[in-house]
């Protein structure tokens, strides 16, 4: 049986919870999900936990904050003007946009709230500060090709090439 390694294709079926018991996401009723191993496709705890298991495994995996989407920084959290943002979107808690830092490195942020005259925006991932609980069934493991190692993620089942 093909261990889960690095190099190897990985198709996994998953539902992640939060510390409540809430599902956040889960590949159920839909395809697997297909990553790179030990390429950081996925979040490095997550990947970890799936070092050198095989097809058909079934087990959970708990993944602390520093290991999944980070701790949640408070400073990155702020409140800008409403003019900031283009005035044909309809701004909405939960919606995600493409900025540039100061620096030029593009970065993503989240809406928290929408008020009159401001938005108050936060640059962490939503799930940063949280304890993902992760129910994970291992479908498949294949060798990756060369193309695949060298572009840092799986091309499908039938060789696609999709980004
Ligand atoms: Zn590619």
């Known amino acids: 049986m093909t261990k889960i390694?690095?190099?190897?294709?990985?198709s996994i079926h998953y539902t992640l919870k939060g510390d409540d018991g809430e599902?956040?996401?889960?590949?159920?009723?839909?395809?697997?999900?297909?990553?790179?191993h030990g390429a950081g496709n996925i979040v490095v705890g997550l990947e970890s936990g799936l070092d050198g298991r095989a097809t058909g495994e079934k087990f959970d995996v708990k993944v602390a904050p520093k290991d999944g989407y980070g701790v949640h920084d408070?400073?990155?959290?702020?409140?800008?003007?409403?003019?900031?943002?283009?005035?044909?979107?309809?701004?909405?808690?939960?919606?995600?946009?493409?900025?540039d830092d100061p620096e030029g490195?593009?970065?993503?942020?989240?809406i928290v709230k929408v008020?009159?005259?401001?938005?108050?925006?936060?640059?962490n991932h939503p799930l940063a500060g949280k304890t993902l609980h992760f129910a994970v069934a291992v479908h498949g493991v294949r060798e990756a090709t060369g193309e695949e190692v060298a572009h840092g993620h799986p091309h499908g089942?039938?060789?696609?090439?999709h980004h």
């Open 5 to 10: 390694q690095k190099g190897k294709i990985v």
């Open 23 to 36: 599902v956040i996401d889960s590949s159920e009723g839909g395809e697997p999900l297909e990553y790179l």
């Open 74 to 99: 408070p400073r990155g959290v702020q409140r800008v003007s409403r003019d900031s943002f283009p005035d044909d979107i309809d701004l909405e808690p939960g919606m995600q946009f493409g900025a």
């Open 115 to 123: 008020e009159d005259e401001n938005v108050v925006i936060d640059m």
């Open 105 to 110: 490195d593009s970065q993503t942020i989240w």
């Open 157 to 161: 089942p039938h060789g696609h090439h």
